[in-house]
């Protein structure tokens, strides 16, 4: 738990768990639930209730997780009945790792569950339930039973389905750079990765899959791929290395150039080529929780350089430097980019 500070202070107003429709990330319920447990803790003091009233107030997803669970609390029964009759049994004993250990379930509980509040379905949920996945901000590589390697960038959730008919990487959230292997097995099963979008098939390549919230995209980098849109009646489109293309579930866009740099991001950088700001910052806000945003008046200014996706801090720093920007801190959570004074 973090150490109160000694100021006082006083959380914003509620403003209900549906004051917004935005996942939460599992980090920031999980601290609710330790900020819960601290406070019902029987030596809980004035300057925990204020320190947990300032994390509270420092961003409104803390107060809307804070809510969401004190809620959920009192909806214990989604919990499976013999965790629950467990947990309460701790509970009961009066031990703070007892009541801590309620609260965690409970949170675990929010995030699958969902208690109706933009949970399930959700980001949150994806990241939660997935076999493979990444919290926000790493980046991880995953070895396939084939000798397939997948790196998951930030945020980023797959399943992995293989049986004797094909090879199906389902992403679920964010971003994977696929590097394909002949099918060990002897098959020569077709490996397919599927997005909400529509499903792509490798061709011996490496490539990346990218799902936004619109539509999906494809780099490749290595080989070739055929894309085919969920509901498309006109076939599959072949992209080869190279290229890449932006597909919802009707359509693919005709194939662009793409630099070999678009697959940077597994080394935990990127690689800015008279790229906007507002798109530069959106990258960045990807890698790290909170809002992290643009504003308005400097967004079209043109970025180059190498940026670091694993130290963003160190990432913002470096525009105020190359740029006539500065960045705005109202919380750690909370960051914009705005014009210089």
Same mark, same amino acid.
């Given at each position: 738990?973090?150490?109160?500070?000694?100021?006082?202070?006083?959380?914003?107003?509620?403003?209900?768990?549906?004051?917004?429709?935005?996942?939460?990330?599992?980090?920031?319920?999980?601290?609710?639930?330790?900020?819960?447990?601290?406070?019902?803790?029987?030596?809980?003091?004035?300057?925990?209730?204020?320190?947990?009233?300032?994390?509270?107030?420092?961003?409104?997803?803390?107060?809307?997780?804070?809510?969401?669970?004190?809620?959920?609390?009192?909806?214990?029964?989604?919990? #499976?009945?013999? %965790?629950?009759?467990?947990?309460?049994?701790?509970? *009961?004993? $009066? +031990? !703070?790792?007892?009541? @801590?250990?309620?609260?965690?379930?409970?949170?675990?509980?929010?995030?699958?569950?969902?208690?109706?509040?933009?949970?399930?379905?959700?980001?949150?949920?994806?990241?939660?339930?997935?076999?493979?996945?990444?919290?926000?901000?790493?980046?991880?590589?995953?070895?396939?039973?084939?000798?397939?390697?997948?790196?998951?960038?930030?945020?980023?959730?797959?399943?992995?389905?293989?049986?004797?008919?094909?090879?199906?990487?389902?992403?679920?959230?964010?971003?994977?750079?696929?590097?394909?292997?002949?099918?060990?097995?002897?098959?020569?099963? #077709?490996?397919? %990765?599927?997005?909400?979008?529509?499903?792509?098939? *490798?061709? $011996? +390549? !490496?490539?990346?899959? @990218?799902?936004?919230?619109?539509?999906?995209?494809?780099?490749?980098?290595?080989?070739?791929?055929?894309?085919?849109?969920?509901?498309?009646?006109?076939?599959?489109?072949?992209?080869?290395?190279?290229?890449?293309?932006?597909?919802?579930?009707?359509?693919?866009?005709?194939?662009?150039?793409?630099?070999?740099?678009?697959?940077?991001?597994?080394?935990?950088?990127?690689?800015?080529?008279?790229?906007?700001?507002?798109?530069?910052?959106?990258?960045?806000?990807?890698?790290?929780?909170?809002?992290?945003?643009?504003?308005?008046?400097?967004?079209?200014?043109? %970025?180059?350089?190498?940026?670091?996706?694993?130290?963003?801090?160190?990432?913002?720093?470096?525009?105020?430097?190359?740029?006539?920007?500065?960045?705005?801190?109202?919380?750690?959570?909370?960051?914009?980019?705005?014009?210089?004074?």
């Amino acid at each position: 738990m973090p150490t109160p500070p000694d100021a006082t202070a006083s959380p914003t107003p509620p403003t209900g768990p549906s004051a917004g429709d935005d996942p939460l990330d599992p980090a920031i319920v999980m601290r609710a639930s330790e900020w819960m447990a601290r406070l019902g803790a029987d030596d809980a003091s004035d300057a925990d209730r204020a320190a947990c009233g300032r994390w509270r107030a420092a961003h409104p997803d803390h107060d809307r997780a804070w809510l969401c669970l004190q809620e959920f609390e009192d909806s214990f029964r989604s919990v #499976p009945a013999d %965790v629950a009759r467990h947990a309460l049994r701790e509970t *009961a004993s $009066g +031990t !703070r790792q007892g009541r @801590r250990r309620l609260l965690q379930l409970l949170s675990l509980g929010l995030l699958v569950g969902g208690g109706g509040y933009a949970i399930r379905g959700s980001e949150t949920w994806k990241l939660a339930t997935a076999g493979h996945s990444t919290r926000t901000g790493d980046i991880r590589e995953v070895a396939l039973p084939d000798g397939t390697r997948v790196v998951l960038a930030s945020a980023s959730a797959i399943d992995v389905q293989f049986d004797e008919r094909e090879r199906l990487l389902i992403l679920r959230t964010g971003e994977v750079l696929v590097t394909t292997a002949p099918d060990s097995a002897g098959q020569a099963r #077709p490996f397919r %990765v599927r997005s909400r979008d529509g499903v792509v098939q *490798a061709l $011996g +390549t !490496r490539f990346s899959l @990218r799902q936004d919230d619109a539509s999906s995209s494809v780099a490749v980098f290595e080989g070739a791929v055929e894309v085919r849109p969920t509901y498309a009646n006109a076939g599959v489109m072949r992209i080869d290395a190279g290229q890449g293309a932006t597909f919802n579930a009707d359509r693919v866009q005709t194939p662009e150039a793409v630099p070999d740099s678009a697959a940077a991001w597994t080394r935990g950088i990127l690689v800015a080529d008279n790229m906007r700001l507002e798109d530069l910052v959106a990258e960045l806000a990807r890698y790290r929780s909170g809002q992290l945003r643009c504003d308005p008046a400097v967004a079209g200014l043109k %970025v180059n350089g190498v940026f670091s996706l694993r130290d963003t801090d160190r990432a913002l720093h470096n525009l105020t430097l190359a740029l006539p920007v500065q960045v705005s801190r109202r919380t750690r959570y909370w960051v914009t980019v705005l014009p210089a004074d």
